[in-house]
T-cell receptor, first 112, second 115 residues
């Protein structure tokens, strides 16, 4: 098992550009989530999904879109990048709500 | 609704002395509780979890935590700190049967271990 994979590892964007952060898992987990990590603030939930075709907003959803067409993939789209979106982004998956989340290695995003 | 408060943003201990990282939680439902560790520029690794079984939970690397419902606490302890324990620690609450898919992270505690 590869677990949870994320691409790219690092990305530099200019303000206003769009991009998609990729996340995939091979554990057949129903629940997937996207977090951002900023210094001193822990991880904050952006969007999450409880299964293919079902997504919902977390704490900080503005400026981000998600979709879940398959169980394996959960891409995060930045519609128009802003410097405030400079952060480290983590994708996670788990089988059920109360179970352990498995995290990807993260994507470091810098918006200039 | 659920929330997590990590009571100390920084904890400094000497190598070989005990570690205590404090976490209080709030949840409308029976929660699952987790501690994760993050070493510098690394991903998150699960230390231990509580999911309504035994209230004293043992994890990896000698860490353990005790779930105290009356105090809504889930403090992380280790009898003897090692230099390799220096890292960021996160307490996490997740609804077990409700609030599906949502986990709430504390702001983290930075553990420094002095030689």
């Amino acid at each position: 098992n590869a677990g949870v994979t994320q691409t790219p590892k690092f990305q530099v964007l200019k303000t206003g550009q769009s991009m998609t952060l990729q996340c995939a898992q091979d554990m057949n987990h129903e629940y997937m989530s996207w977090y951002r990590q900023d210094p001193g603030m822990g991880l904050r939930l952006i969007h999450y999904s409880v299964g293919a075709g079902i997504t919902d907003q977390g704490e900080v959803p503005n400026g981000y879109n998600v979709s879940r067409s398959t169980t394996e993939d959960f891409p995060l789209r930045l519609l128009s990048a802003a410097p405030s979106q400079t952060s480290v982004y983590f994708c996670a998956s788990r089988m059920t709500p109360g179970e352990t989340q498995y995290f990807g290695p993260g994507t470091r995003l810098l918006v200039l | 609704a659920q929330s997590v408060t990590q009571l100390d943003s920084h904890v400094s201990v000497s190598e070989g002395t005990p570690v205590l990282l404090r976490c209080n939680y709030s949840s409308s439902y029976s929660p699952s509780l987790f501690w994760y560790v993050q070493h510098p520029n690394k991903g998150l690794q699960l230390l231990l979890k509580y999911t309504s079984a035994a209230t004293l939970v043992k994890g990896i690397n000698g860490f353990e935590a005790e779930f105290k419902k009356s105090e809504t606490s889930f403090h992380l302890t280790k009898p003897s700190a090692h230099m390799s324990d220096a890292a960021e620690y996160f307490c996490v609450v997740s609804g077990y049967n409700t609030n599906a898919g949502k986990s709430t992270f504390g702001d983290g505690t930075t553990l420094t271990v002095k030689p």
